[in-house]
């Protein structure tokens, strides 16, 4: 019966569930030696347990956990079972298979507080992280900083899913640079392709966030490759999606339109996903707005089903420059009359500031805030054509307050930053 204990938790494990065991001790306000003499055994046979030390016999470990008035689920079955939905839950995940990942993901929550109190309790909490911080979008950041302390103590597998799922979760919440230190450490252990491939798609999109679009554009094109390799179109199309916008950054814009005119695989795997095909006709749109040809940039925006505050802000920027000042106006409008979301900050005080720049009539506070907001959040302006439209549209404001001036001379400096990483990065 020792070894099955093994067959369910890697070793190094132990010593999480020791700790797991101490923390629930504390709770209960059992001494050490008051839970030894309650249970009839040893105070150094708890110290081993609460130190990780190798146990060999469950059924002890069980009887340690009932003196707490804890059942500690070890039914073999019931175990083997949610293994296997752990890993159809990921091979869910590595697929992008909505409905998969619901269903299982489902079966593990309805018995989760159960779970949370087996041998598989490490394996179950990176579960639910996972789903809450990538299908979620919740922030899951305490709980994945409590669990570092994990770290030295995971199997090979669960440190990629850490890593990734940390990672991926520091980006969303705009901490570039622990991102790609996440994501990096995912790079140096042996990993599986599954892992490697989803790695290095979301490595190459926050380099893309960081304006490293060359180093972006190499780790994007070997993820496309073992996403191709694995036929993992989901993934691929997430990867040609972020490889085309950064090609159209650099000024490839016969590469981005190779991968566009390659992307008629789209239509037969995404036949009614919108989202897909709204990025599509987006990032066409973009293509041929650097190309300055605005009325085909125009048709492309006008294809695009979701209204958003980007999409407004997109329409403005090319009425704009096809010399419409009156439709500019218009959509322009339209973001700053909407309800604000913190996704929708950067077009709502873009547009303000966009309005400003045109010479329509807003109030002198909400340009400033506008101003201020982009200038402490320019790594959220995620285009270098906008990042510099941006400082084109600021530079025309005549400053009287000092604080803004200070900003704005950060934001010069740091666009210079931007442009001579991206030199050097070439």
Known sequence: MGQFIYDFIPRDNIKILGQLFYEKRMEKGYSLRGLAQSANVSASMISDLENGKPMSNIDMLNYL????????????????????IIEDFYNAIYYKSI?????????????????????????????????????????????LSEHELWYPNLSKMQKQRYNLIRGINEYQSGRIDEALYYLHRNLSLNMNEKTHGITLSYLAEVLGRSYKMHSAIELGKIATSIHTKANN??????????????????GSFKNAEEILNNMKYVHQYNGDDQEVFDRLNTLEAYLLF????????????????TQSPQVFYNLGNVYYHLGNKEKAT??????????????????????????YYIGETVEKNYVEQSIEYLLRNKQQLQHFHFLTFIQKMIGKYFYKNEQLKDLYELFNEFLDFVIRKDEIDT
Request: a negative charge; hydrophobic letters at 40%; proline letters at 1%.
């Open 99 to 143: 409905e998969q990942i619901e269903k299982t993901y489902d079966q593990i929550k309805n018995n989760m507080q159960t779970l949370k109190l087996s041998l598989l309790f490490v394996e179950v909490t990176l579960v639910e992280e996972t789903y809450l911080s990538a299908y979620q979008k919740e922030k899951v950041s305490d709980a």
């Open 290 to 305: 650097r190309k300055e040809e605005f009325e085909a940039s125009l048709l492309y925006l006008t294809k695009v089903k």
């Open 65 to 84: 956990f009932k003196a707490l008035d804890l059942d500690l689920l070890i039914d073999e079955q019931t175990l083997k079972k949610t293994k296997e």
């Open 233 to 250: 179109i989901p993934r691929k199309i997430h990867t040609d999606l972020m490889l085309i916008k950064n090609y159209i950054e650099i």
């Open 330 to 355: 218009y959509f322009l409008k339209k973001n700053i009359k909407a309800e604000v979301y913190e996704e929708s900050l950067v077009y709502y005080s873009a547009s303000y500031l966009f309005l």
